[in-house]
């Protein structure tokens, strides 16, 4: 089981969001900017949370933002963003929110072997706090990949 | 026995919640098989489901269910997710 591609283009670090909305889109352009999906992608992760609420908001600090497949997307692909500030997504218990993952999957298959890996990295609780203090690119490859490693372990 | 694990769209948190819930189910020895669903699919995916794990914002989408709907808060703490499913079919 590999991560969905995560090429430093999709990394974000530091960013400043005013609000939720924002910092989706960021992760929405990070996945654009790396060619995974088209632009229009951002805002069909925001539609998500819209219509279903902050549930993304998967552990504390950490929001999972994603949209059904469809063509915009490219292919399966994962964008980083770490904010400058913490937002508040509006989840009872993990807010506020200082990392936001962008995942793209191209079918619905794809995305249960490419989550599990995601489990594999941030089921070891120091990876978010470490992710949210990141200060470059290389930093949170290295956070992504040591902790991948360890699981393997 | 029969667990659905519940997301918004079913492409991303409900595929971690499975495989955790695998890990889980596991260490505890409990034979079960684990599926991923989506909001739109409650009714039919959790008619047959002793156990739906989901999150606090889902809760009120699913409907009359004999399954024991287990919520979790943090999808990653697997000492929260043992916890909760050794209670609920413990």
């Known amino acids: ?19 939720w909305r924002q910092a989706v889109e960021l992760a929405g352009e990070a996945l654009a900017r790396s060619g995974a999906t088209e632009q229009g992608y951002g805002h069909r992760m925001i539609q998500v949370i819209e219509e279903f609420g902050a549930y993304i908001v998967i552990a504390p600090g950490l929001a999972l933002a994603h949209a059904r497949p469809g063509p915009d997307v490219n292919s399966d692909g994962l964008a980083v963003v770490t904010l400058d500030e913490p937002v508040v997504f ?17 079918t619905p298959e ?40 360890e699981a393997a372990r | 026995m029969k667990i659905v694990a519940i997301c918004g769209v079913g492409v ?36 047959d489901a002793q156990v739906v794990l989901t999150s606090p ?19 990653f703490d697997l000492e929260e997710l043992e916890r909760k499913l050794d209670e609920a079919l413990g």
Do not use: C, W
Not at chain 1, 9 to 19: F, P
Not at chain 1, 137 to 146: E, N, P, S
Not at chain 2, 57 to 75: F, K, P, Q, S, W
């Open chain 1, 1 to 19: 089981m590999t991560l969905p591609p995560l090429p430093d283009s999709a990394i974000t670090v530091g960013a400043h969001a005013a609000d």
């Open chain 1, 90 to 106: 509006g989840h009872p218990h993990n807010d506020p929110v200082s990392v936001v993952l962008g995942l793209a999957v191209s």
């Open chain 1, 110 to 149: 794809a995305h249960v072997t490419s989550v599990a890996e995601l489990a594999n990295v941030f089921n070891d609780p120091e990876a978010i706090p470490a992710l949210a203090a990141a200060s470059s690119t290389a930093d949170v490859q290295r956070i992504l990949t040591l902790s991948e490693e």
């Open chain 2, 12 to 47: 991303g948190t409900s595929g971690i919640l499975k495989v955790n819930a695998e890990r889980v189910l596991d260490r505890l020895g409990i034979d079960a098989d684990v599926t991923a669903s989506d909001a739109a699919h409650i009714d039919e995916a959790a008619a």
């Open chain 2, 57 to 75: 914002e889902l809760v009120d989408r699913i409907g009359r269910t004999n399954a024991d709907v287990i919520v979790v808060h943090n999808y």
